[in-house]
């Protein structure tokens, strides 16, 4: 969307070479630097992507991008390996296939997919079949209250999950954990890459991992400052705006009646961009084009939830 | 800013991240301009040095490598003492100086007096952490000097912006990618509201109303003959009040009984009126004193049209949802005004009003709608459509030749004074106002959404001052400076330093701030010294007027109402 500023390196007129690879046999040039997930998409393949964020440090953690790489020994996750000449990526070979079938199979028997974006395409595209692992066992209330070490391991009769309770401690964005994938984007938009919040970290080990605050307190009593950066690279809806999460409870919340408008927030002078997701005339969430340089899809909490004013309307008011 | 000729901030975010020294100097970014402040965290975790200087540590302080816990209102006596240990150790940039700037000399001789020992007895900072920070920023490849409204909203607002842009001349760090002075703007669109003319001596586009062949162009585009005169800023509109000349008042988008210093007057002049209009998105506490309320739709998501950033950054503001009611767009409400008093204005969409805007202003005449979409805002100047972008203004200080670099830059030789509110026996305690991350201005669009992290109305108090009161947490306090008084909750903030209070202006209408502070104005720029208030501070029984946040969204709704009768 924008292609302003350069920035220094822009300046100095340094031009990148474009680096040549094979994809399924076909040709493509990307600038040196770029993923092999880069390449893909410039190559027309759609690769599934859940932990990736345009905006993030590659984490490597879902694994669902991997790719064949002719040479190596074991697959390569697409969204992190950086291209280099001559490289041969099969992307839909029968080990890429049967990868990317076990690993939508084993996310969709643990955790609750049902608002990731695009994830029933891929798992009948993969023919996953994450039933096969047998029932779900249920909700554990005990995820938050691990003791270092404490695990119990389960005796293989249903399908270990991340079930557990909703955690709605705030009016303005809801924790769903059972949707969970423990991709780390949210922890990496609150910490470092971002928000420099840290209120938020992976707690725990192996399955018993879980995305929590210090002490697990909630969040209005932990350092969260409620920007919700991580809210906007959530990719499972494991973190949402308690606006949609509201809605979709009422079974009122209906994406194709929804338009997006890109605009400008009203409160300080930084000159953030808004994308303002509007149903019925109201505001119903508030996200930010992750391709605008002056705030790369963050937000802070007056410019990501401080909209309400312009809809506290009374009857009298609807036209 | 009078120094370069331009009033901007010279630098774009996006260099802050290549700063290898960043300066916080009464700003707050990281509550008041949290996004900015990502841009800083990006130069700091590439290893940028950082100062803060603040009378509070604030939560930006907390990121510094060193704070600067000045006294209130003494910037100017800093700078001038970190003007002089650049100089006496040698570290000033000759070849800039020489090249680019006017008044060295006087420049020198105004430091003198300035040591290190008499600006720490002044300032309160101590002697070390002037030097060093003088000696770093000198030295620094890149450094960025940042200030807010903890530099401009003081009776000497202007003097000390000036003090600031000495010390870049001084070391040559402007004009340059990744040095520069940098004013974050407090509002969505402050720059562009000054750019576009809102300004009583500007035409849009940085022209003069003064100047005649300046306003030759706006007559000859309009078919009008314009008047030469200056108009009133908004104190000296106060004082036109007070002297009863300006007896009819037509407010757009502002609500100074609330956001003014010394609200007491502000009401008692806006009753006295003859006629007062107020233009706004809800029955605001001012609207309730108008003979005409004129409802209009919200700026940035009920209309289209611009915003101007802080980085010069002009960016297209679109429509999301229908305005409520009867409320109309402001450009609509000024049109149909316009035809009252007999003038057929056409109606123009907010791209034919740009446009018009391009015909008459250099600067914003390369940026269309199309290039302002396309790229995602364009910062100005931008003369050409197929010109390039200026990430980094006044580069021209830096060329040889004359032609080419124009209107050298003057020092600015000021005077020290210390804030007019001056502290005393009765009122010892020196109150400093501002914003929390969480709430903006009057409370007026921040009120609206609950946040989990918004404190409310209290006055924070350094732990050694509680002790000292024996007030404890929570308990109400009666907060009275030489003009008014209000009730607040104590609120212990270790981040003062004993003497300071703090109080945030963003909810007036359970804790009127804003009654406490003193309309001592600058005298160019005419901003109150909002920073600076001799206060008292007594414990009391007294139960606290209103219940914090809910009773706020409830008088929101309540307006609302109201506004909708007035249709």
Same mark, same amino acid.
């Given at each position: 969307?924008?292609?302003?500023?350069?920035?220094?390196?822009?300046?100095?007129?340094?031009?990148?070479?474009?680096?040549?690879?094979?994809?399924?046999?076909?040709?493509?040039?990307?600038?040196?630097?770029?993923?092999?997930?880069?390449?893909?998409?410039?190559?027309?393949?759609?690769?599934?992507?859940?932990?990736?964020?345009?905006?993030?440090?590659?984490?490597?953690?879902? !694994?669902?991008?991997?790719? @064949? %790489?002719? &040479? +190596?020994? /074991?697959?390569?996750?697409?969204?992190? $390996?950086?291209?280099?000449?001559?490289?041969?990526?099969?992307?839909?070979?029968?080990?890429?296939?049967?990868? !990317?079938?076990?690993?939508? @199979? %084993?996310? &969709? +028997?643990? /955790?609750?997919?049902?608002?990731?974006? $695009?994830?029933?395409?891929?798992?009948?595209?993969?023919?996953?079949?994450?039933?096969?692992?047998?029932?779900?066992?249920?909700?554990?209330?005990?995820?938050?209250?691990?003791?270092?070490?404490?695990?119990?391991?389960?005796?293989?009769?249903?399908?270990?999950?991340?079930?557990?309770?909703?955690?709605?401690?705030?009016?303005?964005?809801?924790?769903?954990?059972?949707?969970?994938?423990?991709?780390?984007?949210?922890?990496?938009?609150?910490?470092?890459?971002?928000?420099?919040?840290?209120?938020?970290?992976?707690?725990?080990?192996?399955?018993?991992?879980?995305?929590?605050?210090?002490?697990?307190?909630?969040?209005?009593?932990?350092?969260?400052?409620?920007?919700?950066?991580?809210?906007?690279?959530?990719?499972?809806?494991?973190?949402?705006?308690?606006?949609?999460?509201?809605?979709?409870?009422?079974?009122?919340?209906?994406?194709?009646?929804?338009?997006?408008?890109?605009?400008?927030?009203?409160?300080?002078?930084?000159?953030?961009?808004?994308?303002?997701?509007?149903?019925?005339?109201?505001?119903?969430?508030?996200?930010?084009?992750?391709?605008?340089?002056?705030?790369?899809?963050?937000?802070?909490?007056?410019?990501?939830?401080?909209?309400?004013?312009?809809?506290?309307?009374?009857?009298?008011?609807?036209? | 800013?009078?120094?370069?000729?331009?009033?901007?901030?010279?630098?774009?975010?996006?260099?802050?991240?290549?700063?290898?020294?960043?300066?916080?100097?009464?700003?707050?970014?990281?509550?008041?301009?949290?996004?900015?402040?990502?841009?800083?965290?990006?130069?700091?975790?590439?290893?940028?040095?950082?100062?803060?200087?603040?009378?509070?540590?604030?939560?930006?302080?907390?990121?510094?490598?060193?704070?600067?816990?000045?006294?209130v209102?003494?910037?100017?006596?800093?700078?001038?003492?970190?003007?002089?240990?650049?100089?006496?150790?040698?570290?000033?940039?000759?070849?800039?100086?020489?090249?680019?700037?006017?008044?060295?000399?006087?420049?020198?001789?105004?430091?003198?007096?300035?040591?290190?020992?008499?600006?720490?007895?002044?300032?309160?900072?101590?002697?070390?952490?002037?030097?060093?920070?003088?000696?770093?920023?000198?030295?620094?490849?890149?450094?960025?000097?940042?200030?807010?409204?903890?530099?401009?909203?003081?009776?000497?607002?202007?003097?000390?912006?000036?003090?600031?842009?000495?010390?870049?001349?001084?070391?040559?760090?402007?004009?340059?990618?990744?040095?520069?002075?940098?004013?974050?703007?407090?509002?969505?669109?402050?720059?562009?509201?000054?750019?576009?003319?809102?300004?009583?001596?500007?035409?849009?586009?940085?022209?003069?109303?003064?100047?005649?062949?300046?306003?030759?162009?706006?007559?000859?585009?309009?078919?009008?003959?314009?008047?030469?005169?200056?108009?009133?800023?908004?104190?000296?509109?106060?004082?036109?009040?007070?002297?009863?000349?300006?007896?009819?008042?037509?407010?757009?988008?502002?609500?100074?009984?609330?956001?003014?210093?010394?609200?007491?007057?502000?009401?008692?002049?806006?009753?006295?009126?003859?006629?007062?209009?107020?233009?706004?998105?809800?029955?605001?506490?001012?609207?309730?004193?108008?003979?005409?309320?004129?409802?209009?739709?919200?700026?940035?998501?009920?209309?289209?049209?611009?915003?101007?950033?802080?980085?010069?950054?002009?960016?297209?503001?679109?429509?999301?949802?229908?305005?409520?009611?009867?409320?109309?767009?402001?450009?609509?409400?000024?049109?149909?005004?316009?035809?009252?008093?007999?003038?057929?204005?056409?109606?123009?969409?907010?791209?034919?009003?740009?446009?018009?805007?391009?015909?008459?202003?250099?600067?914003?005449?390369?940026?269309?709608?199309?290039?302002?979409?396309?790229?995602?805002?364009?910062?100005?100047?931008?003369?050409?459509?197929?010109?390039?972008?200026?990430?980094?203004?006044?580069?021209?200080?830096?060329?040889?030749?004359?032609?080419?670099?124009?209107?050298?830059?003057?020092?600015?030789?000021?005077?020290?004074?210390?804030p007019?509110d001056k502290l005393n026996?009765e009122f010892p305690l020196r109150l400093t106002t501002?914003?929390?991350?969480?709430?903006?201005?009057?409370?007026?669009?921040?009120?609206?959404?609950?946040?989990?992290?918004?404190?409310?109305?209290?006055v924070d108090i350094?732990?050694?001052d509680?002790?000292?009161l024996?007030?404890?947490?929570?308990?109400?306090v009666r907060v009275s400076s030489r003009r008014g008084s209000v009730?607040a909750?104590?609120?212990?903030?270790?981040?003062?330093?004993?003497g300071l209070l703090f109080m945030?202006?963003?909810?007036?209408?359970?804790?009127?701030t804003?009654a406490l502070t003193i309309?001592?104005?600058?005298?160019?720029?005419?901003?109150?010294?909002?920073?600076a208030t001799a206060v008292k501070v007594e414990?009391?029984?007294?139960?606290?007027?209103?219940?914090?946040?809910?009773?706020?969204?409830?008088?929101?709704?309540?307006?609302?109402?109201?506004?909708?009768?007035?249709?």
């Amino acid at each position: 969307m924008n292609a302003h500023d350069p920035g220094a390196a822009g300046r100095m007129n340094k031009s990148v070479p474009l680096v040549t690879i094979t994809i399924d046999g076909e040709e493509v040039s990307v600038p040196d630097g770029s993923t092999i997930l880069t390449a893909c998409n410039a190559a027309g393949k759609d690769t599934p992507t859940l932990c990736y964020g345009d905006t993030l440090t590659p984490k490597n953690a879902c !694994r669902v991008c991997m790719v @064949e %790489l002719k &040479g +190596s020994r /074991v697959l390569v996750p697409s969204c992190s $390996r950086k291209v280099q000449p001559g490289m041969e990526v099969l992307t839909d070979s029968e080990r890429v296939r049967h990868s !990317r079938r076990l690993v939508l @199979e %084993l996310l &969709g +028997s643990s /955790v609750d997919l049902s608002t990731t974006p $695009r994830i029933d395409e891929w798992m009948a595209r993969y023919d996953a079949d994450p039933d096969r692992y047998g029932e779900r066992a249920g909700e554990s209330l005990r995820r938050d209250v691990h003791e270092p070490g404490e695990h119990h391991a389960g005796n293989g009769s249903v399908a270990a999950t991340m079930s557990q309770p909703v955690k709605i401690d705030n009016d303005l964005f809801v924790r769903d954990y059972s949707k969970c994938i423990l991709c780390y984007k949210c922890v990496d938009a609150c910490g470092v890459q971002w928000q420099n919040s840290f209120a938020i970290q992976i707690a725990g080990r192996g399955f018993d991992s879980q995305i929590s605050t210090e002490f697990a307190a909630e969040l209005p009593d932990s350092a969260c400052v409620f920007c919700g950066n991580c809210v906007e690279v959530c990719p499972t809806g494991a973190l949402s705006f308690k606006s949609e999460y509201d809605m979709r409870a009422d079974g009122t919340w209906d994406e194709s009646q929804q338009t997006q408008t890109t605009t400008i927030c009203t409160y300080c002078g930084v000159g953030c961009n808004l994308n303002l997701h509007v149903q019925d005339n109201k505001i119903v969430k508030v996200t930010a084009p992750h391709d605008h340089d002056v705030n790369h899809g963050n937000l802070c909490i007056k410019g990501r939830f401080g909209f309400q004013h312009v809809q506290n309307r009374t009857d009298d008011d609807k036209d | 800013m009078t120094v370069f000729g331009a009033g901007g901030g010279t630098s774009s975010y996006r260099e802050i991240e290549d700063a290898d020294l960043i300066i916080f100097w009464g700003s707050n970014a990281r509550e008041a301009h949290p996004i900015f402040f990502h841009h800083a965290l990006k130069g700091i975790h590439k290893g940028a040095k950082v100062y803060a200087v603040d009378p509070r540590r604030s939560k930006t302080a907390e990121w510094a490598d060193t704070w600067l816990g000045l006294d209130v209102g003494t910037d100017i006596a800093l700078a001038y003492g970190i003007g002089r240990e650049i100089i006496h150790a040698g570290l000033v940039n000759e070849a800039f100086i020489a090249n680019a700037t006017l008044g060295f000399e006087d420049y020198i001789a105004a430091c003198e007096p300035w040591t290190l020992d008499v600006t720490s007895r002044e300032t309160g900072v101590p002697a070390e952490l002037i030097r060093e920070l003088a000696h770093d920023y000198a030295k620094a490849k890149r450094a960025q000097l940042c200030w807010t409204l903890g530099i401009t909203e003081h009776h000497n607002g202007t003097d000390n912006v000036r003090a600031l842009c000495n010390l870049a001349l001084l070391t040559g760090q402007v004009g340059r990618w990744g040095a520069g002075l940098v004013p974050v703007r407090g509002q969505n669109n402050v720059q562009g509201g000054g750019d576009m003319g809102a300004i009583p001596k500007n035409l849009p586009g940085f022209q003069d109303v003064g100047n005649p062949e300046h306003r030759a162009k706006f007559e000859r585009l309009w078919g009008v003959t314009m008047p030469p005169k200056y108009g009133l800023t908004l104190s000296e509109m106060m004082e036109a009040m007070d002297e009863g000349h300006l007896t009819s008042v037509y407010i757009v988008g502002e609500n100074p009984v609330q956001s003014d210093a010394d609200t007491t007057a502000v009401a008692r002049r806006l009753r006295n009126l003859d006629h007062l209009v107020v233009q706004d998105i809800f029955l605001t506490k001012t609207a309730t004193f108008a003979d005409v309320v004129l409802p209009s739709a919200a700026a940035w998501c009920e209309s289209e049209g611009t915003f101007t950033s802080s980085e010069r950054r002009v960016q297209l503001v679109r429509k999301a949802l229908e305005p409520p009611g009867s409320a109309k767009d402001d450009v609509e409400i000024i049109r149909l005004v316009a035809q009252r008093l007999g003038h057929d204005w056409p109606i123009q969409t907010a791209e034919e009003i740009w446009d018009e805007l391009r015909e008459v202003s250099p600067a914003h005449h390369g940026m269309s709608y199309r290039l302002l979409n396309e790229r995602g805002g364009l910062q100005w100047p931008f003369p050409d459509e197929d010109g390039p972008e200026s990430p980094f203004l006044h580069g021209r200080l830096w060329e040889k030749d004359p032609a080419k670099r124009g209107r050298l830059a003057p020092f600015g030789i000021i005077e020290h004074k210390l804030p007019v509110d001056k502290l005393n026996d009765e009122f010892p305690l020196r109150l400093t106002t501002g914003r929390r991350l969480t709430d903006y201005n009057t409370g007026v669009q921040s009120g609206g959404f609950n946040s989990p992290i918004r404190v409310g109305a209290c006055v924070d108090i350094s732990p050694e001052d509680m002790v000292r009161l024996g007030i404890n947490e929570g308990e109400t306090v009666r907060v009275s400076s030489r003009r008014g008084s209000v009730l607040a909750a104590a609120r212990r903030d270790p981040g003062l330093r004993p003497g300071l209070l703090f109080m945030a202006c963003n909810f007036p209408d359970e804790m009127d701030t804003n009654a406490l502070t003193i309309e001592a104005n600058d005298p160019i720029a005419k901003t109150a010294e909002f920073k600076a208030t001799a206060v008292k501070v007594e414990k009391t029984n007294e139960p606290l007027p209103e219940e914090g946040i809910m009773a706020d969204a409830a008088d929101h709704e309540r307006q609302h109402k109201e506004l909708a009768t007035v249709n």
